[in-house]
């Protein structure tokens, strides 16, 4: 049996927990061993156990045990990964998630309920594919990126590490968008988005 650590224990954290609590219930060998949490005035989340600070988690590092960052923020999650870099990152993936059996999912992403990954498309380490998100054929996501719920990737997007995608948004086919760049709720991207800038609109466009 696989034990899974979460760390995090917040709104995103719960939905993760239900996630692999769906994973169990579907037949995946799996039992969630307690959370990791620096907040000292909770004991437990969601019925399970915050065992240690986050500081800790390699104290419960073994060769059953896996980790999964549960925090939304992207660069919250890469600076956890950067200083516990030798642990096992556990893959979650919700049942209702249609998922192309030639793409490419990294060690530590969330696949949320009824999102689409499509064939040949790769997703980074430590992405978060929140709920009803489409990622269509020949996408490329690279880590720690959030692709929030609604958002749909038409055919071979491109994007670059820590960039956030907004809610309901929409990237159309073979357009690029750099690292470390925000793309509104509700936005349209219709021409190539560079790095680092906050984009919104229809047209999107960076904000000046």
């Given amino acids: 049996m696989k034990e899974v650590i979460v760390i ?23 039992k969630i061993k307690g959370l990791l949490d620096d907040n000292e005035k909770i004991s437990e989340f969601m019925g399970y156990k915050i065992i240690d600070k986050i500081e800790n988690s390699m104290l419960y590092n073994s060769e059953d045990t896996e980790y ?7 660069q919250t999650r890469k600076k956890i990964y950067s200083e516990f870099k030798n642990l096992k990152y556990f893959t979650a993936i919700h049942p209702s998630a249609v998922i192309s059996k030639s793409s ?8 949320m309920a009824r999102a689409v990954i499509n064939a040949n498309s790769e997703v980074g380490s430590h992405v978060i594919i929140n709920t009803g998100a489409i990622i269509e054929h ?7 990126c959030h692709i929030s719920p609604g958002a749909t990737l038409c055919g071979g997007v491109t994007i670059g590490e820590e960039t956030h995608i907004g809610a309901n948004s929409t990237i159309i086919q073979y357009k690029s968008v750099g690292s470390k760049t925000i793309i509104g709720a509700g936005a349209t991207v219709i021409s190539d988005i560079k790095s680092n800038v906050v984009a919104i609109g229809c047209p999107a466009k960076p904000k000046q």
Avoid: P
């Avoid at 993760?16 to 769906?22: K, N, S, T, V």
């Avoid at 999964?68 to 992207?74: D, F, L, P, Q, R």
């Avoid at 020949?138 to 720690?144: A, H, L, M, P």
């Fill in 8 to 30: 995090g224990a917040g709104g995103h954290s719960s939905v993760i927990i239900e996630i692999i609590e769906a994973m169990i219930d579907y037949g995946h060998d799996l």
């Fill in 68 to 74: 999964v960052i549960a925090i939304g923020n992207n």
């Fill in 138 to 144: 020949d996408n490329k996501i690279g880590d720690f």
């Fill in 104 to 111: 490419v999912i990294k060690e530590g992403t969330v696949v």
